[in-house]
């Protein structure tokens, strides 16, 4: 089974006025192909850290970061962004949608950065819509939806370039239950079908449906273990 992801060691400082802010502390972890993971933990104890640095959206201060393969650690700003754009798919709390674009824009974006043909993005485009069950939306704007359509377009553009890991931070926090229960129910379906997830959540109903779970204390991990259990039976 391929390693996705291998972390050693990994520490973030924050240098303050006075004091220096420890955010993690020699986290070191390997999340392998298809795996399903949720970090949980406490405000303040590093996650949304621990996931910046995964996407490459920060860097750590100490340690070593593969990420299929790829050694991360000196890289430059556009190296970064690159690999960024061809090996992660992130979807964030609040969604981060283009307002003035459509559905099919938005999730188009990731590959006219990759210079891919117009006919093969509105194939693959097409394709991610389906799989959200979101194709007869693809026109809409973002504020002709509803939190939960929002977010699976959020989704759909994480998945469009085929990546190896797909980020999803606190997917459930601006939707109520019954969006969230169907969030979840989509991201597990994309699981079964072979997507790699590493998710951030609040959430212990939802933390639950992972394969594996992750709990940070202070920027460190304190406990892991594996465990499943179906959205229906914890909703």
């Known amino acids: 089974m391929k390693k996705v992801v291998a972390m050693s060691n990994i520490h973030k400082r924050y240098d303050g006025q006075q004091i220096e802010t420890h ?15 949720a970090i949980t933990g406490p405000s303040g104890c590093g996650k949304s850290t621990l996931l ?11 340690g070593e970061y593969h990420i299929a393969d790829i050694n991360t650690s000196n890289l430059k700003v556009d190296q970064r962004t690159q690999i960024r754009n061809e090996h992660i798919g992130y979807v964030f ?38 799989q959200v069950d979101m194709l007869h939306r693809q026109n809409y704007r973002p504020n002709q939806l509803s939190g939960g359509q929002q977010q699976r377009i959020a989704i759909a553009r994480a998945l469009v370039g085929k990546p190896d890991l797909i980020l999803v ?58 465990t499943m259990q179906q959205v229906q039976g914890v909703a």
């Open 23 to 37: 955010a993690l502390q020699g986290v070191s972890l390997e999340i392998m192909q298809g795996e399903f993971v």
């Open 52 to 62: 910046s640095i995964m996407g490459l959206m920060d860097s750590a201060t100490e």
């Open 93 to 130: 709390q609040s969604f981060n949608l283009i307002d003035n674009l459509t559905v099919f824009e938005n999730i188009a974006l990731p590959l006219e950065h990759r210079n891919v043909k117009k006919t093969q993005i509105k194939q693959r485009v097409e394709e991610v819509l389906t």
């Open 169 to 226: 931070d606190e997917p459930t926090g601006n939707l109520d239950s019954k969006n969230g229960d169907q969030v979840m129910l989509l991201l597990e379906q994309l699981n079964k079908a072979g997507s790699t997830i590493v998710m951030v959540t609040h959430d212990s109903r939802y933390s639950r449906c992972a394969s594996r779970q992750i709990q940070l204390l202070d920027g460190q991990i304190v406990t892991e273990q594996n």
